[in-house]
């Protein structure tokens, strides 16, 4: 994953209709036609959230008959949500340390 993925990735998912769609392919591939029904978005919409989505690598587009249908893709969210965890954590560990240095007995 290149340095720019996840910045890209992130991009992509500040967007709640993306995160509604994002949310839908996680449970099951869906075509566009299918979560244009299921949301209050046009297919043509659609189509440019899963294009966005799909630039991002996050979600991918398999044939299906005459249709094309998306997936989610795990492993490029398990990737870009084990980078967000590094960071929270190491963020924890400065807490953890700042509030160590602030209940330190000055006295000791």
Do not use: F
């Not at 890209?8 to 869906?30: M, V, Y």
């Not at 954590?89 to 006295?107: S, T, V």
């Amino acid at each position: 994953m290149s340095a720019s993925a996840p910045v890209a990735q992130l991009a992509a998912l500040a967007d709640d209709t993306r995160w509604a769609i994002l949310g839908l392919l996680g449970a099951s591939p869906r075509s566009a036609s299918d979560l244009a029904r299921e949301l209050p978005v046009s297919r043509q919409a659609i189509a440019k959230h899963l294009a966005v989505l799909e630039q991002a690598g996050l979600v991918a587009a398999e044939r299906d008959g005459r249709a094309l249908r998306y997936r989610a893709l795990g492993a490029s969210l398990s990737a870009l949500a084990d980078r967000l965890d590094a960071i929270g954590r190491g963020w924890d560990a400065r807490l953890a340390r700042i509030a160590a240095i602030a209940e330190a007995d000055p006295r000791a």
